[in-house]
């Protein structure tokens, strides 16, 4: 393998397009012992079995077999999109170390807003108007 592809296979792929043609040249690579293995192995998992013809035949699209669910999926996602009224908070991408991290994650949901209010009293400022 050559450096360069060494270096991609590292940093993953950056996009769809990148990750089928890097599947694609994984599988044109691999031997048929390699084949024959990954086979064996798939068939012995008796937590994971393939699929087979008649599962596939029987597959539906989530929005045809089970429409609820994927609108109850689609509504408790997470997603808070754009902020409502003019924006309070400025995105920003940080890197921190991995114990001040963890140190504030441990304490569970909303690290990110007591992280933010350690800094505020750190810098001696005053509370964000609300």
């Known amino acids: 393998m050559s450096d360069r592809a060494r270096a991609r296979n590292e940093r993953g792929p950056r996009s769809w397009e990148e990750a089928r043609r ?3 040249d994984s599988a044109e690579r691999m031997t048929d012992e390699e084949d024959a ?3 064996a192995a798939a068939l012995a998992d ?3 079995p393939p699929l087979t013809d008649r599962d596939w035949e029987r597959m539906r699209p989530m929005a045809e077999a089970r429409p609820d669910l994927l609108r109850k999926i689609q509504k408790t996602r997470g997603q808070r999109g754009p ?3 003019k924006p309070v908070k400025q995105r920003v991408s940080l890197r921190l170390d991995p114990d001040i991290v963890a140190h504030f994650k441990k304490r ?3 690290w990110q807003s007591r992280l933010n209010a350690t ?3 750190a810098l001696r400022l005053k509370a964000a108007g609300k």
């Open 37 to 39: 293995a990954i086979t």
């Open 119 to 121: 800094l505020r009293k």
């Open 22 to 24: 890097m599947a694609r």
């Open 108 to 110: 569970g949901a909303g």
């Open 83 to 85: 902020q409502k009224s």
């Open 46 to 48: 008796p937590d994971n």
